[in-house]
């Protein structure tokens, strides 16, 4: 966030991921919970919007939300190991042409992400060194499509790891309904058909 100059980061759990299998993957209500105990105490709001719309591929997503919020500036936060399959994505370039990108380096995946196709297309478009949204301005509405590489020190952890250590996980998270942090409404099970991702947000 602070990298990147945003106010809040935007968690999105939706019911599940096109390019995964379905088996094993816990209901939408028990993963929104976990991810609302991870993001516990910080700047992130959680919420299982993709869901509510009904929509299928992120690209369709992302561009009701940018309609939806007309008055915020979104950045799309992805993980090292998605823009190495990023080119499998329904219109990637289109998510790519309606907000910029922001790459958190991942063990493992930077050389496959670095030689993967999508990366071939928008490396035109990376911001170099400590460049960020900050220093943009109001870049994150004009300035695309923009590529933003974030050297962190990377992050061991999976969630298919954390799946196969523990496959009985999800029977300890409590199945009280909740309220969704964005959208206010109640988070209910739907058909597994989306994807899982983030964004960074400027009011």
Do not use: C
């Amino acid at each position: 966030m602070r990298a990147l100059g945003l106010d809040e980061v935007w968690w999105l759990v939706s019911p599940g991921n096109v390019l995964k299998p379905v088996e094993g993957m816990a209901d939408l209500p028990v993963r929104y919970a976990s991810a609302r105990r991870v993001a516990r105490g910080v700047p992130i709001r959680v919420t299982a919007i993709e869901a509510e719309m009904g929509t299928r591929y992120t690209v369709d997503t992302l561009s009701q939300i940018v309609r939806r919020y007309p008055r915020f500036r979104f950045i799309w936060l992805m993980g090292a190991d998605n823009l190495a399959q990023f080119h499998r994505w329904r219109d990637w370039r289109g998510i790519a042409r309606l907000m910029p990108i922001a790459v958190i380096a991942r063990p493992g995946y930077d050389a496959h992400a670095m030689a993967s196709p999508a990366m071939v297309w928008l490396r035109r478009w990376r911001r170099h060194g400590q460049e960020s949204l900050a220093k943009d301005g109001s870049g994150a509405r004009r300035r695309i499509p923009a590529l933003y590489p974030l050297q962190f020190d990377p992050d061991p952890m999976s969630a298919t790891a954390i799946r196969a250590a523990d496959p009985d996980w999800h029977r300890r998270i409590p199945a009280f309904p909740m309220r969704d942090m964005l959208t206010k409404h109640p988070v209910r099970q739907v058909s597994r058909k989306g994807s899982l991702a983030s964004l960074g947000a400027k009011s």
